[in-house]
């Protein structure tokens, strides 16, 4: 009871004590962000990842037949909810009047791909409707459709880094043309003689790709994977793709999954394929064990950025220290009357620890508070940056989203909370020594 | 003198001060560290962009190109201010090595290797024909091959320790390369006869430009050839861009104007000609314009984190305002003395000042050094982190970068001291302005003494 009555009356009477809480909570606001800032980042790649690819991916090193019946097996698994084919090639695509794009073409099968993508809700105008999503050109069956992604065709604005939609939907229904090229399937084990043979096709726009993702958006063109096929491989009797993207069903563990998978597969390539050693070896991985390397360099940046600001607000603890040693400087007075009533000198030394613990928490509080605030808010507050000073700080071009991640992170909360509330007891212990040191016979002596 | 006195007095015998002295070396001494390897990185990349593109560059966006460019180049060749001139074609390609099953997308450059390492550093960043460029598209192994220079990344893998394991020469590896030719009004100059022209090129070299984009996505060709390649030969050539290279002595913004104006000039001389519309989608732009897209994004980061420091070095304010204050409670009987005999209230804010600015400073002095001394050898740190426990501040696999910078900028360093100084002075106004305040009456009352 003691110590709350002295801690409230040093609270108001010593109002320089809040200088310390705004410099804990000035601390904490800045790690918080930090930290959320980063993690919601990595989130964000993982979940780019999850939505591209699907929750695994099967990548042998070479294209393979019969991938239908491989996902029909998979399919009945209970671990699956999904899987699609894709077929990929790098592309040049050409857009118009001297408009010439490096792309990368992606075979899929659109309604498959939207059950284990999403893959649909990224698509400015079938995105609206239930339908699945289809390459059918209205009016022109004859024609082959494709999607292309938003920043294939234009790029976003400089200065507000938002996209001309408008503008950008008017290709929609434009022809254009593509190159690509493959190693005919006769020549795939002759590495000597192997000649990649170019390939053009021209088909027309039937939807643009929003995904949020630049890199995915600036790069991706998406194909029927039959026609991509019959350009690529022309000689293929069956159907051929070279990855699986799967969805797994709710609930499911990925290691187990990715064990039951491993094991149809290779079941599968012993049985459809010949058991081909270099097929039956196959990468098998989630889509964020395929970011490890990218998020493995991100957390070790966040740690690094983490350590530099922790270290600078070192000086809390520095003046916290400074404004307790002057308060029992002050106070003491008050200390030796308070240990001739007989209060032991670790009571004396406990109540200026918690107080200074209370400090740390009240700050910290405060601090998280502000941190949560900037964090939820963080795109907002990059727009009016940019409105007051022309700065446009968040460019998807550089930094890959369009928008800043803005989750807090409550898993970093708890360490940065207990890391200040300790700061601010450490900051604290040596006046508290000093209080519990007063000699009452020699402070209360009248002189 | 009193002034001095006093304020060393205090900074002496206080032994307060210290930590508020401690406080300040602290912050200055991470600002120091992290400013000088982020401005060192931004300068080291600005650098490598004017090294990759010249001074300045007549160019077009437009892959189409625009006419007339040797007219142009003659031009300003006849000028005393130009010290070389490189025309340059652009485009985008697919690229296939002989007995590989993958192809992949790249951006192509044409140019003459002697003429672009008078514009630019290209010679430089060539391997096996550093010491005579003008042979950079021709093989060793056979010099009447084509040959093709590869951004580095392209052909090599690096380590990390950011090498890359070069053969003694040059490997015989032949590169199909294809790409649309483009007529002058952007359509496809082979519609309906395959659209694309194809042709297979020798690896001769590589070129390290040290820009990470660059190296992983540019295949070098000479110039005619990516002219034929890319349909812009013919009666009336094409190119893409002219780049620029000015004499040392001329700055760049004036040699920039210079070539702005000469370019009105020849457009106007040129208006009515053949396909002479080309020329109007040619911009005049200085290296810092032309490369803004991708130093403007490295200039924010380095505003950010400064902007962040500012916020964090509040908390030194915060801590000279404490123990100024302190200071100031403890000694109102001095203050009190001092104003009885005379002494101004200008005087005791000036007093105070002077102490804070002696904490500033000396504060200021101790993290520098610290700075410094950690600086010369923060790449050695490194090193002996990545033997011991395989620790890099920045995966030199992933990141293009060599040795972290630690040249320390003397102008990095003066607005840091001088924006530690003006914080400490600035925690310091409210305790200097309350001792002058300060009645001696009230603090030389006997009950006060």
Known sequence: MLKIFLWLRYLRKKKIVFLSIAAVALSVSLLMVVASLFSGFIDALRQAAVETVGDVVISPPIKFAKYELLIQRLEQMKQVEAATATLSAPSLLHLGKGNVRAVHVWGIEPARRAKVTGFNKFLRRQGQSDKEPSFDVPGFPERIGGFVGIAVVAEPNEKTDEYDFAAIEKMIGEQVILTTGAVPAAQEFESAAAQVKRRTLKFTIVDIVFTGVYELDKKFVYLPIEELQEKLYPNESGRVADQIQIKLSPGTSADVAIAQIRGLWQSFVDEQLDGAWYLRNTDIETAEQMQNPYIAELRKQMGVLLLIFGVVSFGVVVLIFCIFYMIVSLKQKDIAIIKSCGTPSSSVALIFVGFGACVGMVGSGIGIAVGCIVTKNVNAIEGWVRIIFGLKLWKSSVYMFSRIPNEVDWASALPIVLLAIAAAAIGTLIPAIVAARTRPVEILRYE | ?449
């Open chain 2, 1 to 449: 003198m009193y002034k001095i006195i006093l304020a060393i007095r205090y900074l002496i015998k206080r032994r307060i001060t210290y930590f508020a002295v401690l406080a300040v070396a602290l912050c200055v001494f991470i600002v120091v560290v992290v400013m000088t390897v982020m401005t060192g990185l931004v300068s080291d990349f600005k650098q490598k962009n004017r090294d990759f593109v010249g001074d300045c560059i007549v160019g077009t966006e437009s892959l189409v190109g625009f006419t007339y460019y040797k007219d142009f180049m003659t031009m300003m060749e006849e000028t005393d201010f130009i010290e070389g001139v490189s025309p340059v074609i652009k485009s985008y390609a697919l690229i296939s090595r002989a007995g590989s099953q993958h192809c992949y997308g790249v951006e192509i450059m044409g140019l003459d290797p002697v003429r672009h390492s008078q514009a630019t550093s290209f010679g430089q960043t060539l391997y096996y024909r550093k010491a005579d460029a003008a042979k950079a598209f021709v093989p060793t192994y056979d010099p009447n091959l084509p040959g093709c220079v590869l951004g580095i990344d392209l052909a090599l893998p690096r380590d990390s320790n950011s090498s890359y394991p070069y053969a003694v020469s040059p490997a015989e590896i032949g590169y199909s390369i294809s790409c649309f030719p483009l007529t002058a009004k952007g359509a496809l100059a082979k519609a309906g006869l395959g659209e694309i022209n194809t042709q297979t090129f020798y690896f001769s070299d590589h070129s390290q430009s040290g820009l990470a984009r660059e190296d992983s996505s540019l295949v070098y060709l000479p110039f005619e050839q990516a002219q034929l390649l890319c349909g812009m030969a013919g009666p009336l050539e094409r190119a893409n861009a002219v780049h620029i290279k000015f004499k040392p002595n001329l700055k760049l913004n004036a040699g920039c104007e210079k070539v702005a104006s000469l370019w009105q000039m020849f457009k106007q001389q040129k208006a009515g000609e053949e396909q002479a519309d080309l020329l109007d989608t040619v911009t005049v732009q200085s290296w810092k314009d032309y490369r803004r897209a991708f130093i403007a994004a490295m200039e924010k980061e380095q505003t950010m984190m400064t902007v962040m420091f500012a916020f964090v070095g509040i908390t030194t304010v915060f801590i000279v305002f404490v123990v100024l204050y302190m200071i100031i409670s403890h000694k109102s009987k001095d203050i009190g003395i001092l104003k009885s005999v005379g002494v101004s209230n200008a005087d005791i804010v000036e007093l105070f000042s002077g102490f804070a600015f002696l904490i500033g400073f000396l504060g200021s002095g101790v993290g520098l050094s610290a700075g410094w001394l950690f600086l010369i050898r923060i790449n050695r740190i490194e090193k002996w982190l990545f033997e011991h426990f395989d620790f890099q501040l920045w995966d030199r696999t992933i990141y293009a970068i060599g040795d972290i910078p630690n040249q320390v900028s003397p102008k990095v360093l003066v607005v840091i001291v001088i924006s530690a100084i003006v914080a400490c002075l600035a925690g310091a106004l409210v305790p200097c302005w309350q001792a002058a305040k300060s009645k001696p009456i009230e603090t030389l009352q006997v009950n006060q003494l």
